[in-house]
């Protein structure tokens, strides 16, 4: 089966620098996806790491290692609005098509 | 392009009622995927569809069914609903793998169903 962990909550000041580490357990996946979630909003899609190393967009980055098992999302120059959930996922390759498992979310706030 | 759209937004239901939700994804989106999320057990996927026919699907109770039509909508149903149905359904359209962005999952606002 595939598990993912997550830390529950993380916070940080607005401009701070932050990293949600993402931990799994699975016997293969396609890639690792990262999604925001506003309080009483819908999941919005982030950034993916297909393969290993690090993927940039604007002010967040993601990191992966199969390796280690392993990987993160770095939000830079934190603002007020980046208090959200969020979640790391991962297609397992064992299935055809959209399976995505969803790690449990980091709450993440940010302080004046 | 609108985003994904479902109806409704909120629904009331009482136990051994059945229950239909829709999605109407992303025009040119072929794959729809239903997920329930609630705070204890997160966002979990049901199923998904692709070309009106499902590939995958998750660990769910034979309760929990959908389709998909020709038009790439799709529909959830819960029959004989149970009080821990009680969740936010959302609905999500991926592009095709042709895309190369297959990876990429747009989400509707969610259907919060309370179930009494």
């Known amino acids: 089966g595939q598990s993912l962990e997550q830390p529950s909550e993380v916070t940080a000041v607005e401009g701070a620098i932050v990293q949600i580490n993402c931990t799994y357990q699975t016997s293969g996946f396609y890639g690792l996806s990262w999604y925001q979630q506003h309080d009483g909003g819908a999941p919005t899609f982030l950034s993916y790491n297909g393969l290993d190393g690090l993927e940039e967009t604007g002010r967040f980055s993601s990191f992966l290692s199969r390796s280690d098992s392993y990987g993160y999302l770095l939000l830079q120059e934190l603002q007020m609005k980046d208090s959200a959930s969020y979640f790391c996922?991962?297609?397992?390759?064992?299935?055809?098509?959209?399976?995505?498992?969803f790690g449990p979310g980091t709450r993440l706030s940010v302080l004046p | 392009k609108a985003g994904v759209t479902q109806t409704p937004r909120y629904l009331i239901k009482t136990r051994g009622q059945q229950v239909t939700l829709s999605c109407s994804p992303i025009?040119?989106?072929?794959?729809v995927s239903w997920y329930q999320q609630t705070p204890g057990q997160g966002l979990q996927f049901l199923f998904e569809?692709?070309?009106?026919?499902?590939?995958n699907k998750g660990n769910f109770p034979g309760r929990f069914s959908g389709r998909q039509f020709s038009n790439s909508r799709s529909e959830m149903n819960v029959s004989t609903l149970e009080l821990g149905d009680s969740a936010l359904y959302l609905c999500a359209s991926s592009p095709s793998e042709t895309s190369g962005r297959a990876y990429e999952q747009y989400f509707g606002p969610g259907t919060r169903l309370t179930v009494t």
């Open positions: 569809y692709f070309s009106e026919t499902q590939r």
């Open positions: 996922a991962v297609t397992p390759r064992n299935n055809y098509g959209q399976n995505f498992v």
């Open positions: 025009s040119g989106h072929r794959s």
